[in-house]
């Protein structure tokens, strides 16, 4: 796995790949978006684990910390 800081800047500037998001930031999808996947199972892989990541941080309410490493490494 990659160093934290790599791992925390792919996570601030990935996009939802598909469904009622596709194109989103993963940071802008709604908390309740994550907790129905949290319910019924998150996808397998890379995606899955980010946002499973992604729920923790919301619900932890951390999204400034991702919003800030968003603006501070831009891509």
Do not use: C
Not at 1 to 23: D, N, Q, R, T, V
Not at 37 to 57: V, Y
């Amino acid at each position: 796995m990659k160093g934290s800081k790599e791992s925390l800047i792919e996570l601030a500037h990935y996009k939802m790949p598909f469904g009622k998001y596709k194109g989103e930031f993963l940071i802008d999808i709604p908390e309740y978006y994550y907790t129905w996947f949290l319910q019924k199972g998150f996808p397998e892989g890379k995606l899955g684990m980010m946002m499973q990541q992604m729920h923790e941080i919301k619900i932890n309410g951390l999204e400034d910390l991702i919003k800030k490493v968003k603006r501070e490494f831009p891509r």
